[in-house]
């Protein structure tokens, strides 16, 4: 692996189309039984294939084995009734009918042990896996039991931290907290959020890290940051609280955004996925464009924990376009690379 600037992913890679529908979020299997198992290691195994051909240091599984990055991990919890379905507004952005808290949430059985172990036996590189945020878990969910969604938040945290012990347990080597939540509930980040995230990464030896942006490159997202103005400021007001967080590292959309770099001197210390590949465009980024992104943020960003990675998920592209974009990836960073070591 690199020592110097090393690639990843957010987090999701496209599906191939004989395992589900591409280009879709919440896309059906096409596989069922044993079937759908297989077919969910082969994708798993091309989809590393993938970034280990671009380069990408610290490889995930591109959430080959999952629907949904929220839906898939709630469904194996007790206390959700999934038949229950209720309209709700998600992040403030638009609605989505989703399913009821009925009882008290518990977890009876590991959810992703098993796929984070297949992929550890499929490469000696760094794996990083993605589980959804606790508050983020919260917004997408109507909580007929508890009542409060801090209550509900910690009693996922909790969970979360039983999932993420086990999946350090087999070798995963970083441990990544999915919260798009964070960019819109600034008084709940406050107020419990943190403590909340905190409380789901307690004890893990392993490096731990926050993934937080303004969303895949759907419609419902586009359209809102259409709204956000000509600088979006809101990691202004979340930064100062991750700083103090016990995360290690804070995942973030920058190319192509609208965010000012210089935010990023709010959480020196800490360590920065910097979104440098920007997963609403159809384009695929030239390395230099990918260079540029990470030259700014080294103004505020200390070479040596800076991780260059995707705005968001790709799951909603298509594999030809994301291919692309890991390759840009790679490339853009290997350019900085050589400055900083010249």
Known sequence: ??????????????????LAEPEKLWSPWKLSG????????????????????????????????????VTTFIENLD???????????????????????VGPVSRPRSVFVRDAQFLRSQTSQRIKWALPGPMTMVDTLCDEHYQSRE?????????????ARELEAIGVDIIQLD???????FDDVKDWGVAC?????????????VHVCYGYGIKANTE???????????????????RHSDVDIISLECHNSRVPLELLELIRGKKVMVGAIDVTSGNIEA???VASTLRQALKYVDAEKLYPCTNCGMAPLSRALARGKLNALEAGAAIVRAELAA
């Open 287 to 289: 390395p230099e464009e």
């Open 197 to 209: 995230m905190n409380r789901a990464i307690q004890g893990l030896r392993c490096e731990t890290a």
């Open 34 to 69: 044993e079937e759908l198992v297989i077919g969910k290691q082969d994708a798993l195994r091309i989809a590393l294939q993938e970034q280990e051909l671009a380069g990408i240091d610290i490889v995930g599984d591109g959430e080959q084995t999952r629907q949904h990055f």
């Open 1 to 18: 692996m690199n020592t110097l600037l090393p690639t990843s992913t957010a987090g999701s890679l496209p599906k191939p189309s004989w």
């Open 179 to 185: 919260e798009p939540a964070f960019n819109v509930f």
């Open 151 to 163: 209550a509900l938040a910690f009693e996922f945290a909790d969970i979360i931290n039983q999932e």
């Open 79 to 101: 206390g959700v009734n999934f038949e229950k379905r209720q309209t709700v507004r998600i992040r403030d952005r638009y609605e989505a009918s989703v399913p009821t808290v």
């Open 224 to 242: 809102w940051k259409q709204t956000l103005g000509t600088e979006w400021r809101q990691y202004e007001e979340l930064f100062p609280h991750l």
